[in-house]
């Protein structure tokens, strides 16, 4: 398997603007979660989606923030409108609870280095 | 509130020195509790503990959980410069709560 996939890898935006950031999972991976990492705040989950039905987003810090999974191989993440405070890299991880214990383990994607100017 | 908390949060060393990383977590819901490794780019998995007292081991590294005092230990033996990134600590509840890590650098 190719393992979780993101894009764009990089993304330079202006303030106001519309950012989408894209993932698609390992297949037959039923959980699939979103998360932030900044050097102040570490990693922090924004949100995830089990079975392709967002379960908990507690994390997802403002209403600027989307986030969907319309299908088991593809899910986005938005903000509109970007600041720059949203500059941050955000990965996206998948995990297969089928698999008992082992499904505690997430598999990461590469990343999304998003900077708001 | 579910809380990881790791230390040191920094250590230099040199090529051939032990290190032991520690994770103390405070969770509802326990499930395992997982070390992952990050270089540059995205966190990968290193090992899962679920029960206390089995130590876990691949190559020079090795961890092991207390489930009684609540903390885990990683150590890594012999250390060598791809040895550096950060070490994070996550305790899998309904979701992985996941400490702020550990930067470890080894110069030569």
């Known amino acids: 398997d190719a393992g979780v996939i993101q894009s764009p890898r990089h993304e330079v935006t202006e303030m106001g603007q519309e950012v989408t950031l894209r993932c698609k999972p390992i297949s037959g991976h039923d959980y699939l979660f979103w998360y932030r990492q900044t050097m102040m705040r570490g990693l922090e989950l924004l949100i995830y989606f089990n079975n392709n039905v967002p379960i908990d987003d507690s994390g997802m810090p403002e209403d600027r923030f989307s986030a969907k999974m319309p299908n088991a191989s593809f899910s986005t993440l938005k903000i509109q409108p970007s600041e720059p405070r949203d500059s941050a890299v955000y990965f996206c991880?998948?995990?297969?609870?089928?698999?008992?214990?082992?499904?505690?383990?997430?598999?990461f994607g590469a990343g999304t280095r998003l900077s708001v100017l | 509130e579910d809380k990881v908390v790791q230390s040191p949060l920094s250590l230099v060393v040199h090529e051939g020195d032990t290190v032991t990383l520690n994770c103390s977590y405070e969770?509802?819901?326990?499930?395992?509790l997982l070390w992952y490794k990050q270089e540059k780019k995205a966190p990968t998995f290193l090992f899962m503990l679920?029960?206390?007292?089995i130590e876990k081991k691949s190559g020079r590294l090795s961890s092991i959980l207390d489930k009684k005092e609540l903390f885990s230990i990683l150590n890594i033996t012999a250390t060598q410069t791809g040895d550096s990134a950060v070490y994070l600590c996550a305790v899998a509840t309904d979701k992985l709560i996941f400490g702020t890590g550990t930067r470890l650098q080894v110069f030569p």
């Open positions: 969770v509802t819901n326990f499930r395992s």
């Open positions: 991880a998948s995990s297969s609870r089928g698999q008992g214990l082992r499904g505690n383990i997430q598999y």
């Open positions: 679920t029960s206390s007292g």
